[in-house]
C-alpha cells in the first residue's frame, strides 16, 4: 500500500492505458450468443436427441411464420400470394419462404383433400350456379354482375335459389363504395366454395430468416423487412388484412427488445438510487468518484477476461455486469468505511488509508475467495448458461478485490477527501445505538423468532416451483406471445406437437395408428396422410363437375381480367328497378331483409351517380364506378381462375408431393417422421406434463418443444442442485481452514441458510415461481451471503476482543450500504416491463432483503453468544 501511495499517479496512468488496451480488446473480441439453443449442454440425452431430429428434419421450425387473417379468403389468398413473392424477392434475409397455398400443387389438388360428403356438398352448389359462372366467365363486369341478379329477380325460378348471401354482401359492398371504405365481396364463400384448411381466412407464411448471432439482435434485419413488406402491401385493417409475426424467432427477437428497452427505465432509477446512497455512505463526491471508478475499471478488466477466456456472452452470463457491480462495490465500500472509521480515531489521512487496507485486506481476501469458490461450483454444471457466468463473476470477483486494493488507493491519494467531513462518527446511546444494541440485549428473542420463520418457511418451501413455460417470460401483449396462444388454442393448427423417428415408412404409418389412439392425443400423422383418402370418389366428382362447368370456365379469359363497360350503370338502374317488385311478390324467399339493404344502397349509389352527372363531374361518377367494380368484382377473377386449376386435380401419390413437405417427413437417409397433435390445449404445465409422459410412455424417443421445455427447467433445476452442493461443501472446507473453528463456520452458513430458506418461501407466498430469468438471483444471494458472513464473522472476532458493538463499526455499515445499493440497483427491475426482469426484481428484491435481515440481526446475536463468556464487556442479553 506504501507503494501505491508513493506512486498513485503511476498506478492512475497505467489503469487508464490498461483500461483503453482493454475496452479495445473487448470490443473486437467478445460478442453476444443469442441462441437460447446453447443455454444447455449438448450432451445432454433430450438435447442430442433434439440434434437428431434436426440433422434429419432441418426445416421444421422456420423460426417466423407471418399469420395472415382476411376479411374474406380472398383477401388471405392475394394478402399471402403477394407476401410470398415479395419475400422471395430478398433471398439474402429470407434463406427459405413457404406457404402451401400458393403451391401449384396444392392449388391443383386441393379439392381431394376435402371429405367426400364436403366435396360432394360443394359441387351441388358449383352446379346450381353454373348460370351465374358461366356468364360473369364471359363477361366479367358490372355488367355482366347487375344483369344476372336482374334475370334472377325478374325470372320465378331465381326463388329457388338463397339470394340472402348475395343481397347481403352486395348491399355491404355498395355501402362501402359510396362511402369511399374498401370492401371486397367475397365469391368463395357465395359459391360455397371452402378449402380443406380449417379457417379460410386465415392463411401462413413459414419464413426462414438469416440470422446473424453476433448482433444484440440477430433477427432485427429480418423482421424488420418483413414490417416494411407489410406497409408496402397494406396488409392492414383498412384494407381487410391483420398481418402478425409468430414463431420461435419473433419470441424472442420481441423478449430482448422487452426486456432491454423496460431495463432502461429501471437502470435509470437504480442509477439514480445508488448515487444517492454511495454519496450517504461515503459522505464525499470525491470518495464516490474513486469508488466507482474503480468499480468501472473491474468490470472492464472482467468483461475483458470474458472475452479471451469464453469469446461471448449469452443470455444469462450478460448479467455478470450485474452481479459483479451489486458485489464489487462492497469492496470498495469495506475499504472506505474502514478508512472512515479510522479518521473518525483520530489517525492522520495518509496513515489511515494504509491502514485500513492492513485492517480488512486479509478480511477481504477471505469474501472474495468464499464468494467466486461459490461460482465457479457452477462451472461443472450442463447448465451452459450459468456455467460461464459462474466463470466470469468468480473471477470477477477477485479482479474487484485487486481494483479496491490498488486502483482505488491510488485514486484516494490523489484526490483525498475531506477528512472532517468523511469521519465515520459512532451512532452513540440515542435512539438508533439502543436499536444497533438489540442483536446483544435481545438475542433470545431473535433466535426464538428466526426459529419460527424458519419453521415456517420450512412448511412453506416445499412449495416453491420452476416455472419452465418460455411464454411466462414473456410481455402477453406483445404481438407475438398474443398470436402464438390464439393459435395455441386452435386445435387445427400444431403449434406445440411432438415427433418420433420410425426407420420405415411401414413402421412410421404403424407408430402413427399406435399414438393416434391415446387418450391425450387428438392426432398422429405421417407423410402418408397427405395422401388423399378415397380418391377414385372425389376424382369423379371433379369429373362431373368438369362436364357441367368446364366448357364455360375454359372458353373463358386466362387470366381472367375485369372489365369496364359503358353500359354498366344501365345494368344496375335497371335491377335497382327490378328489385322491389321481387321482394314484394316473394315475402317467404328469406331474402327479404338482405334485398332491402340492397335496395336502399343501390338507390343511395343511383343518387350519387345522378348528383355526379347533373353537376357535370365524370371523374366522380367513373371513380364510384371503379369502386363499386373493386368492392363487388375484384375477388371474382382469382376465385374463377383457382377453380378452373381445381378442377385439373388428377389422382396423387407420395411423389406428386411438393419437396418442401416431403423433406419434413422423409429425410434423405430414408428416416420417417411421425408427428403427435395434443387434444388439450397446452398453456400450462400440467396438460403439457400430461401429455408428454402419455406420448414417451408408447413413444420413448419422442422430441419436441413441450418436452424441450420441461427437460429444460429439469436440467436447470438439477444444474443448481447440484452446484448448491458443490458450493455448500467447497465453502464449508475453505471456511474450516482459513477461520480455523467450527463454530465461526456455523456462524456463516446459518444465516446464509436461513436467508435462502425465506427467500425459497417467500417466493411462494408472493407467487413468483423460479425461472429462466430469475434463476440468477439465487448465485448472486449466495455470493452476497457469503461475503457478508465471512466479513462479519472475522470482524465480529476483533469488535469482540475492545468489547464493541459490532453493529456500532464501520463494518456494519459497509455491509447495510452495500445491500441498500445493490437492492436498489436489483429492485428497480420491477419498473420494467418485461415479466421475467419483474420477476428477477422481486425474487433480487426479497433475497438480498433476508440476506441482510439475518446478516445484521441473527449474526451479530449469534456472534453476541459466541464472544460473551470471552468477552464479557459486551452488551448483556
Known amino acids: 500500500m506504501a507503494y501505491v501511495q508513493r506512486h498513485a499517479a503511476r498506478v492512475a496512468v497505467a489503469a487508464l492505458l490498461l483500461s483503453v488496451g482493454l475496452g479495445a480488446f473487448t470490443a473486437t473480441h467478445l460478442s453476444v450468443d443469442t441462441d437460447t439453443e446453447n443455454m444447455l449442454s449438448a450432451q445432454l440425452p433430450w438435447r442430442q436427441a433434439e440434434h437428431e431430429m434436426d440433422r434429419l428434419f432441418p426445416t421444421l421450425d422456420p423460426g417466423l411464420v407471418l399469420v395472415i387473417d382476411g376479411a374474406t379468403p380472398e383477401l388471405a389468398d392475394d394478402a399471402q400470394r403477394r407476401a410470398v413473392a415479395a419475400l422471395k424477392a430478398r433471398p439474402e434475409l429470407f434463406k427459405q419462404v413457404f406457404a402451401a397455398e400458393t403451391e401449384p400443387f396444392f392449388r391443383r389438388s386441393g379439392l381431394l383433400y376435402l371429405d367426400t360428403p364436403q366435396l360432394q356438398a360443394l359441387a351441388d352448389g358449383l352446379n346450381q350456379a353454373q348460370?351465374?359462372?358461366?356468364?360473369?366467365?364471359?363477361?366479367?363486369?358490372?355488367?355482366?354482375?347487375?344483369?344476372?341478379?336482374?334475370?334472377?329477380?325478374?325470372?320465378?325460378?331465381?326463388?329457388?335459389?338463397?339470394?340472402?348471401?348475395?343481397?347481403?354482401?352486395?348491399?355491404?359492398?355498395?355501402?362501402?363504395?359510396?362511402?369511399?371504405?374498401?370492401?371486397?365481396?367475397?365469391?368463395?364463400?357465395?359459391?360455397?366454395?371452402?378449402?380443406?384448411?380449417?379457417?379460410?381466412?386465415?392463411?401462413?407464411?413459414?419464413?426462414?430468416?438469416?440470422?446473424?448471432?453476433?448482433?444484440?439482435?440477430?433477427?432485427?434485419?429480418?423482421?424488420?423487412?418483413?414490417?416494411?413488406?407489410?406497409?408496402?402491401?397494406?396488409?392492414?385493417?383498412?384494407?381487410?388484412?391483420?398481418?402478425?409475426?409468430?414463431?420461435?424467432?419473433?419470441?424472442?427477437?420481441?423478449?430482448?427488445?422487452?426486456?432491454?428497452?423496460?431495463?432502461?427505465?429501471?437502470?435509470?432509477?437504480?442509477?439514480?438510487?445508488?448515487?444517492?446512497?454511495?454519496?450517504?455512505?461515503?459522505?464525499?463526491?470525491?470518495?464516490?468518484?474513486?469508488?466507482?471508478?474503480?468499480?468501472?475499471f473491474g468490470l472492464l478488466v472482467t468483461a475483458a477476461f470474458a472475452a479471451g477466456a469464453v469469446g461471448h456472452l449469452n443470455l444469462i452470463s450478460i448479467a455478470f455486469s450485474v452481479l459483479y457491480v451489486g458485489l464489487g462495490i462492497d469492496y470498495a465500500l469495506y475499504l472506505c468505511m474502514q478508512y472512515r472509521e479510522l479518521l473518525g480515531g483520530g489517525m492522520p489521512p495518509r496513515q489511515a488509508l494504509p491502514q485500513a487496507a492492513e485492517d480488512i485486506g486479509g478480511y477481504m481476501a477471505v469474501c472474495a475467495a468464499t464468494t467466486s469458490l461459490g461460482f465457479f461450483a457452477f462451472v461443472p454444471t450442463p447448465f451452459t448458461g450459468i456455467a460461464e457466468l459462474g466463470l466470469i463473476a468468480g473471477v470477477g470477483m477477485f479482479v474487484s478485490l485487486v481494483s479496491s486494493l490498488v486502483v482505488l488507493p491510488a485514486l484516494i491519494t490523489?484526490?483525498?477527501?475531506?477528512?472532517?467531513?468523511?469521519?465515520?462518527?459512532?451512532?452513540?446511546?440515542?435512539?438508533?445505538?439502543?436499536?444497533?444494541?438489540?442483536?446483544?440485549?435481545?438475542?433470545?428473542?431473535?433466535?426464538?423468532?428466526?426459529?419460527?420463520?424458519?419453521?415456517?418457511?420450512?412448511?412453506?418451501?416445499?412449495?416453491?416451483?420452476?416455472?419452465?413455460?418460455?411464454?411466462?417470460?414473456?410481455?402477453?401483449?406483445?404481438?407475438?406471445?398474443?398470436?402464438?396462444?390464439?393459435?395455441?388454442?386452435?386445435?387445427?393448427?400444431?403449434?406445440?406437437?411432438?415427433?418420433?423417428?420410425?426407420?420405415?415408412?411401414?413402421?412410421?404409418?404403424?407408430?402413427?395408428?399406435?399414438?393416434?389412439?391415446?387418450?391425450?392425443?387428438?392426432?398422429?400423422?405421417?407423410?402418408?396422410?397427405?395422401?388423399?383418402?378415397?380418391?377414385?370418389?372425389?376424382?369423379?366428382?371433379?369429373?362431373?363437375l368438369n362436364l357441367s362447368l368446364g366448357p364455360a370456365l375454359l372458353s373463358a379469359p386466362d387470366p381472367l381480367v375485369l372489365a369496364s363497360r359503358t353500359d354498366d350503370y344501365a345494368a344496375i338502374h335497371e335491377f335497382a328497378g327490378a328489385l322491389p317488385a321481387f321482394v314484394a311478390a316473394h315475402p317467404a324467399a328469406g331474402a327479404q331483409p338482405a334485398a332491402d339493404d340492397a335496395t336502399a344502397a343501390l338507390l343511395k349509389a343511383l343518387q350519387d351517380l345522378d348528383a355526379a352527372w347533373q353537376q357535370g363531374d365524370p371523374a366522380a361518377h367513373e371513380q364510384l364506378l371503379a369502386r363499386l367494380r373493386s368492392a363487388l368484382l375484384s375477388a371474382m377473377p382469382a376465385q374463377i381462375d383457382g377453380l378452373r386449376t381445381a378442377l385439373q386435380a388428377t389422382a396423387v401419390t407420395v411423389d406428386d408431393l411438393p419437396p418442401q413437405i416431403r423433406e419434413r417427413w422423409q429425410s434423405a437417409d430414408g428416416h420417417f417422421r411421425v408427428e403427435i397433435w395434443p387434444k388439450e390445449v397446452l398453456d400450462n404445465p400440467p396438460a403439457m406434463e400430461r401429455?408428454?409422459?402419455?406420448?414417451?410412455?408408447?413413444?420413448?424417443?419422442?422430441?419436441?418443444?413441450?418436452?424441450?421445455?420441461?427437460?429444460?427447467?429439469?436440467?436447470?433445476?438439477?444444474?443448481?442442485?447440484?452446484?448448491?452442493?458443490?458450493?455448500?461443501?467447497?465453502?464449508?472446507?475453505?471456511?474450516?481452514?482459513?477461520?480455523?473453528?467450527?463454530?465461526?463456520?456455523?456462524?456463516?452458513?446459518?444465516?446464509?441458510?436461513?436467508?435462502?430458506?425465506?427467500t425459497v418461501a417467500g417466493s411462494v407466498l408472493l407467487n413468483v415461481p423460479f425461472n429462466f430469468a430469475n434463476v440468477i438471483a439465487l448465485p448472486l444471494i449466495l455470493g452476497v451471503g457469503v461475503d457478508y458472513g465471512v466479513y462479519l464473522v472475522q470482524r465480529g472476532r476483533a469488535a469482540a476482543a475492545d468489547a464493541a458493538n459490532l453493529l456500532h463499526t464501520g463494518t456494519a455499515r459497509a455491509v447495510l450500504f452495500g445491500a441498500l445499493i445493490t437492492t436498489a440497483n436489483f429492485g428497480n427491475l420491477m419498473l420494467a416491463k418485461h415479466p421475467g426482469t419483474v420477476s428477477m426484481g422481486v425474487l433480487l428484491t426479497l433475497g438480498l432483503s433476508m440476506t441482510l435481515l439475518c446478516a445484521l440481526v441473527l449474526l451479530p446475536s449469534l456472534l453476541a453468544w459466541r464472544y460473551r463468556s470471552t468477552h464479557p464487556g459486551l452488551p448483556d442479553a
Not at 407464411?205 to 448471432?213: C, K, L
Not at 408408447?698 to 458450493?727: N, T, W
Open 414 to 544: 490523489l484526490w483525498p477527501p475531506d477528512p472532517a467531513r468523511v469521519v465515520l462518527r459512532p451512532a452513540g446511546h440515542g435512539v438508533v445505538g439502543r436499536i444497533l444494541d438489540w442483536p446483544y440485549t435481545r438475542a433470545r428473542a431473535i433466535w426464538c423468532g428466526a426459529a419460527l420463520l424458519a419453521a415456517g418457511a420450512l412448511f412453506a418451501a416445499p412449495k416453491a416451483r420452476f416455472d419452465y413455460d418460455p411464454l411466462d417470460l414473456r410481455d402477453p401483449h406483445s404481438e407475438s406471445v398474443a398470436t402464438f396462444r390464439d393459435l395455441l388454442k386452435d386445435p387445427d393448427v400444431p403449434t406445440l406437437t411432438l415427433a418420433e423417428i420410425a426407420d420405415s415408412d411401414a413402421q412410421a404409418q404403424q407408430l402413427a395408428g399406435k399414438l393416434g389412439t391415446l387418450p391425450l392425443v387428438s392426432r398422429a400423422m405421417s407423410l402418408h396422410d397427405f395422401i388423399p383418402q378415397e380418391q377414385d370418389a372425389k376424382l369423379a366428382i371433379v369429373g362431373d
Open 131 to 296: 348460370p351465374f359462372l358461366g356468364t360473369l366467365a364471359q363477361d366479367p363486369s358490372l355488367h355482366g354482375l347487375f344483369t344476372l341478379l336482374n334475370r334472377a329477380v325478374t325470372q320465378p325460378a331465381a326463388a329457388d335459389f338463397d339470394l340472402k348471401p348475395a343481397f347481403g354482401g352486395i348491399a355491404k359492398g355498395i355501402e362501402a363504395a359510396t362511402a369511399g371504405r374498401f370492401y371486397q365481396l367475397s365469391w368463395q364463400e357465395l359459391m360455397g366454395a371452402g378449402t380443406a384448411g380449417p379457417d379460410p381466412r386465415r392463411r401462413f407464411v413459414e419464413i426462414t430468416p438469416a440470422m446473424d448471432f453476433n448482433q444484440l439482435f440477430p433477427a432485427e434485419q429480418p423482421i424488420a423487412a418483413i414490417r416494411a413488406v407489410e406497409r408496402e402491401l397494406q396488409l392492414d385493417a383498412a384494407h381487410g388484412l391483420n398481418a402478425r409475426l409468430t414463431g420461435s424467432v419473433a419470441l424472442e427477437h420481441e423478449e430482448l427488445h422487452s426486456a432491454f428497452s423496460g431495463g432502461m427505465v429501471a437502470f435509470a432509477a437504480a442509477l439514480a438510487m445508488v448515487a444517492v446512497l454511495l454519496f450517504m455512505a461515503l459522505r464525499s463526491l470525491r470518495l464516490v468518484v474513486a469508488a466507482v471508478l474503480t468499480l468501472a
Open 691 to 758: 401429455f408428454v409422459a402419455q406420448v414417451r410412455g408408447a413413444a420413448p424417443r419422442a422430441v419436441g418443444a413441450p418436452i424441450g421445455y420441461i427437460e429444460s427447467g429439469h436440467s436447470v433445476v438439477a444444474a443448481f442442485q447440484q452446484a448448491f452442493a458443490y458450493s455448500f461443501i467447497a465453502i464449508t472446507v475453505l471456511l474450516l481452514v482459513l477461520l480455523r473453528s467450527v463454530v465461526d463456520m456455523l456462524l456463516v452458513l446459518i444465516p446464509l441458510a436461513l436467508a435462502g430458506l425465506l
